[in-house]
């Protein structure tokens, strides 16, 4: 194959222009800049792990399934697991929002990753709802007889069914973490393409 | 069993949850806990000092 051939496969394209845009010393820095060394940065990995410990827990709650999780007592460990790390997941989440709503975080060119996060919060709320619906108890029964009122006014009942715990569990544990795991992966990615947003310049002296 | 038990006696739940209630705002004691608890980890992550961060600054 020729040298020509080569350059104009898809793959050879592909590869340079990813290695390009995010070489290996930058999806992987050694280091990090010195304004990074602040306890307001730490909030945006603390949902990434929370988010680890969420799916881990929730491909076992899969695995074993709803008379384990209500029934014996690692199940109900399990279930524990996966509720507190989706408490400290939005918690977390919250904070690095407001973090970076303060620092106008969508400075620099970083708009995409801004939005790919407020996209991935939203997301997050609505697989946090299915997962409330999914329970398989009467918390879960309330909390769809009391929502499909909201979700029957915007029209969206008739698609999506809060009353149907068959398809809210397949939202809960196929459509939605597809969703949230692809745009993390997404945000996480731009935010190594665009690097960690600065601090606003003092201007204090300015004058 | 019995340290589940004084656990589920410390923390009451299965009674009804307390609620709050000014003219048009309903919540919750718990989502107000929450909610007064991320303030006050917010604030605490802008003005408590992270370690290693004098150290590195000498080391420039």
């Given at each position: 194959?020729?040298?020509?051939?080569?350059?104009?496969?898809?793959?050879?394209?592909?590869?340079?222009?990813?290695?390009?845009?995010?070489?290996?010393?930058?999806?992987?820095?050694?280091?990090?800049?010195?304004?990074?060394?602040?306890?307001?940065?730490?909030?945006?990995?603390?949902?990434?792990?929370?988010?680890?410990?969420?799916?881990?827990?929730?491909?076992?709650?899969?695995?074993?399934?709803?008379?384990?999780?209500?029934?014996?007592?690692?199940?109900?460990?399990?279930?524990s697991m996966h509720l507190w790390s989706v408490e400290i997941f939005f918690f977390a989440m919250v904070i690095h929002l407001w973090g970076k709503?303060?620092?106008?975080?969508?400075?620099?060119?970083?708009?995409?990753?801004?939005?790919?996060?407020?996209?991935?919060?939203?997301?997050?709320?609505?697989?946090a709802f299915t997962g409330y619906v999914s329970q398989t108890n009467f918390d879960a029964q309330w909390i769809s007889t009391q929502a499909k009122?909201?979700?029957?006014?915007?029209?969206?009942?008739?698609?999506?069914?809060?009353?149907?715990?068959?398809?809210?569990?397949?939202?809960?544990?196929?459509?939605?973490?597809?969703?949230?795991?692809?745009?993390?992966?997404?945000?996480?990615?731009?935010?190594?393409?665009?690097?960690?947003?600065?601090?606003?310049?003092?201007?204090?002296?300015?004058? | 069993?019995?340290?589940?038990?004084?656990?589920?006696?410390?923390?009451?739940?299965?009674?009804?949850?307390?609620?709050?209630?000014?003219?048009?705002?309903?919540?919750?004691?718990?989502?107000?806990?929450?909610?007064?608890?991320?303030?006050?980890?917010?604030?605490?992550?802008?003005?408590?000092?992270?370690?290693?961060?004098?150290?590195?600054?000498?080391?420039?």
């Amino acid at each position: 194959m020729s040298t020509t051939e080569v350059d104009r496969q898809w793959t050879t394209r592909l590869r340079r222009r990813a290695t390009a845009k995010l070489p290996p010393e930058k999806l992987l820095p050694d280091t990090q800049p010195s304004y990074v060394a602040s306890w307001i940065y730490v909030f945006g990995v603390t949902t990434l792990a929370a988010l680890i410990v969420v799916i881990a827990t929730g491909c076992l709650l899969a695995i074993r399934g709803p008379q384990w999780w209500h029934g014996s007592y690692i199940g109900h460990f399990v279930n524990s697991m996966h509720l507190w790390s989706v408490e400290i997941f939005f918690f977390a989440m919250v904070i690095h929002l407001w973090g970076k709503y303060f620092m106008a975080a969508w400075r620099g060119g970083r708009s995409l990753t801004w939005v790919t996060g407020g996209v991935t919060f939203l997301v997050s709320i609505l697989t946090a709802f299915t997962g409330y619906v999914s329970q398989t108890n009467f918390d879960a029964q309330w909390i769809s007889t009391q929502a499909k009122d909201g979700i029957n006014a915007t029209g969206g009942g008739a698609y999506f069914n809060v009353l149907n715990l068959g398809q809210m569990l397949m939202w809960h544990i196929v459509l939605l973490p597809i969703a949230a795991v692809v745009l993390t992966a997404l945000h996480v990615l731009l935010v190594r393409v665009k690097g960690v947003v600065p601090p606003f310049a003092d201007t204090s002296d300015a004058s | 069993m019995a340290w589940s038990a004084s656990l589920a006696a410390l923390l009451p739940l299965d009674h009804l949850g307390h609620y709050l209630h000014w003219h048009w705002l309903l919540i919750s004691v718990a989502n107000l806990t929450v909610i007064v608890l991320m303030v006050v980890t917010f604030i605490a992550a802008l003005l408590l000092p992270f370690p290693g961060r004098r150290r590195r600054k000498e080391s420039k």
